[in-house]
């Protein structure tokens, strides 16, 4: 939870570079405010934080979101079992949309979800939201869980890390509806990895939400998103990997140019394994922030700098 006071934890990447040494990297300094970390298909934490990819990149602090109460307190302990060093990390407490059963027991997930909220390693009430995806749950269990959670963001001044697909009508209903019963307030939102139409952008923009751009700018069906980037404030950008997801073409090419391991195969697998899309690595930021930084004329420095102050100040990295 983002709290006035609170100094941001650091996280040691074990075996990574010091502080000063990564300053010195000429890659801009960048923080991906979505890598799953505890996801199967990702490589063990620590190994994905001191690999050559990652410090090349010079990615300086992550998010790496629960998609359940007890993601959350994995997560928790893991950060706490780290020493302190030079690279900032969060989680996020909340029940991701896929993650939302049948009946669930509205109470204890309030009461467990205020807890969490007393840790340090916590900024945000997320991954929560609606997704109407094939597979995903019914509307009608998703909307109740929905509901609660924004209500404890709102009630408790958290900020909120939002997870909304082909549900844009029902997203803006239950936001408003909160929003009303809280006098006109909405704690600070960020709309994690937009895939909407111009349109939803500028119901967001209007609510004043931050936006999270992925490697979803980087596929054909992501180009609307795409030309509309530089409609977004810079002071309401951030921009995020959502790792092992969202990959793109030639999304692997730094973290294999890099590995130790994949320069031993053979041509023909390392070609394999650069054209495969998944999993997505952090080390794709970079081409995240290119994509962006081109489609808003803007300097890769100049992007990298206003991105990164805004999850700072967002994420309490």
Known sequence: MVKDGRAPRTTSRSGGLSTAAASSLSAPAIID????????????????LSHPSTISSNIVGFVSPSSNLSECAKLCALLDGMAADDVNIKTTCGIHPYEVKPDEDLEAIESTLQSSLSSPHVSCVGEVGLDYSDGFPPSTDQLPVFALQLEVAARTKTNLFLHTRAAHEDTLRVLKNVKEKHGGYLPPVVVHCFTGTPSDLEDFLSLGFYIGVTGFVLKPAGSDVLSCLSRIPKDKLMIETDSPYMGFSNCRSTYAASDPAISLKTSKERKKFVKSMYPNYPSSLTLVLDAVAKARGEGIEDVAKYTTENAKFFFGL
């Open 33 to 48: 405010i979505d890598c799953n970390f505890l996801h199967p298909d990702m490589p063990p934490f620590p190994d994905l």
